[in-house]
Nanobody, 124 residues
């Protein structure tokens, strides 16, 4: 069993930056690929970024070049640095993990564990 706890959401203006954190607990947490998804009001949950245990990363086209996913295996924590935020980034952001690799975890049905979500609101 893996538990995920996110933090770092908030309300910012367009162009600002935020960093989300997700602390994972469980016997295998440090070896699992991890990632971030988001869900805007009235929309489906969508892939944002994933990272393997060895820091190989994948990004959605909509965030590539603005967001950076990273992890600290010693702390079992994954981060999402979000720069140049715009109103289209407004969503609840969910930390996620599963037994498959980061490439496969880009697909939401492959996710086995979800965090509770943290709200990011970007205003003009």
């Amino acid at each position: 069993q893996v538990q995920l706890v996110e933090s770092g959401g908030g309300s910012v203006q367009s162009g600002a930056s935020l960093r989300l954190s997700c602390a994972a607990s469980g016997p295998t947490a440090s070896s699992l690929a991890m990632g971030w998804f988001r869900q805007a009001p009235g929309k489906d949950r969508e892939f944002v970024a994933t990272v393997n245990w060895n820091s190989i990363t994948y990004y959605a086209d909509s965030v590539k070049g603005r967001f950076t996913i990273s992890r600290d295996n010693a702390k079992n924590t994954v981060y999402l640095q979000m720069n140049s935020l715009n109103p289209e980034d407004t969503a609840v952001y969910y930390c996620a993990t599963g037994a498959r690799g980061a490439s496969v975890l880009r697909r939401a049905p492959q996710i086995e564990y979800w965090g509770q979500g943290t709200l990011v609101t970007v205003s003009e």
